[in-house]
């Protein structure tokens, strides 16, 4: 069983950078791979970015290709999302995920283990 904790949330503007963090406690990080998610309000838990297990395959939603970036740090048992020129529309609440499951890393039912979240608000 893996503990997730995220950090690096906040308020910036448009066009702004932020770089989330996710960090593992308790299991054998490397034996996971790791997505993050974001929940905006009224709206369902979307997938937005994933790495395997060595980091050496990648997967992005469409509407963050070119502008996030997932990498791992498997000997700090941490998972970053370094997002750049950020949008109104990237205002969530973002999760990093843990599964053993390596055919579906974009599906949010795979994933087992869940961090508790951190905001990200992008004003206009």
């Known amino acids: 069983q893996v503990q997730l904790a995220e950090s690096g949330g906040g308020l910036v503007q448009a066009g702004d950078s932020l770089r989330l963090s996710c960090t593992a406690s308790?299991?054998?990080?490397?034996?996971?791979?790791m997505g993050w998610f974001r929940q905006a309000p009224g709206k369902e838990r979307e997938f937005v970015a994933a790495?395997?297990?060595?980091?050496?395959?990648?997967y992005y939603v469409d509407s963050v290709k070119g502008r996030f970036t997932i990498s791992r740090d498997n000997a700090k048992n941490t998972v970053y999302l370094q997002m750049n020129s950020l949008k109104p529309e990237d205002t969530a609440v973002y999760y990093c995920?843990?599964?053993?499951?390596?055919?579906?890393?974009?599906?949010?039912?795979?994933?087992?283990?869940w961090g508790q979240g951190t905001q990200v608000t992008v004003s206009s």
């Open positions: 995920a843990a599964t053993t499951d390596s055919f579906a890393v974009m599906t949010r039912l795979n994933y087992s283990y």
């Open positions: 790495i395997t297990r060595s980091g050496g395959r990648t």
């Open positions: 308790e299991g054998t990080f490397s034996s996971y791979n």
